[in-house]
């Protein structure tokens, strides 16, 4: 079982950042590969980003290529999101999700999931 909990988010004008954390419970944080996702009111979840279980490989959908980007800290049980060059069209909730194979992140989903943190960027 883990449990994750997110952190980090806030109000923020366009073209600003902010940095997210995913705070895991567990001693087997390492064992799991981590993504970001997001969810807009009116639409469904998006996919932002993952790393796998060593942080070796990470991915990215275009929308946040270049802008976005995800790294973990296993001794700290934690992943985190920089944001930066924030868009209007990047307010969400996101919400972090760990997987014990990487595959499953990359492609949509997770087995456990935060509770999410509210991301507004103002133009």
């Known amino acids: 079982q883990v449990q994750l909990v997110e952190s980090g988010g806030g109000l923020v004008q366009a073209g600003g950042s902010l940095r997210l954390s995913c705070a895991a419970s567990?001693?087997?944080?390492?064992?799991?590969?981590m993504g970001w996702f997001r969810q807009a009111p009116g639409k469904e979840r998006e996919f932002v980003a993952a790393?796998?279980?060593?942080?070796?490989?990470?991915y990215y959908p275009d929308s946040v290529k270049g802008r976005f980007t995800i790294s973990r800290d296993n001794a700290k049980n934690t992943v985190y999101l920089q944001m930066n060059s924030l868009k209007p069209e990047d307010t969400a909730v996101y919400y972090c999700?760990?997987?014990?194979?990487?595959?499953?992140?990359?492609?949509?989903?997770?087995?456990?999931w935060g509770q999410g943190t509210q991301v507004t960027v103002s133009s």
């Open positions: 567990g001693r087997t944080f390492s064992r799991y590969a």
């Open positions: 790393i796998s279980w060593s942080g070796g490989s990470t």
């Open positions: 999700a760990a997987a014990l194979l990487e595959f499953t992140v990359v492609h949509g989903t997770g087995d456990y």
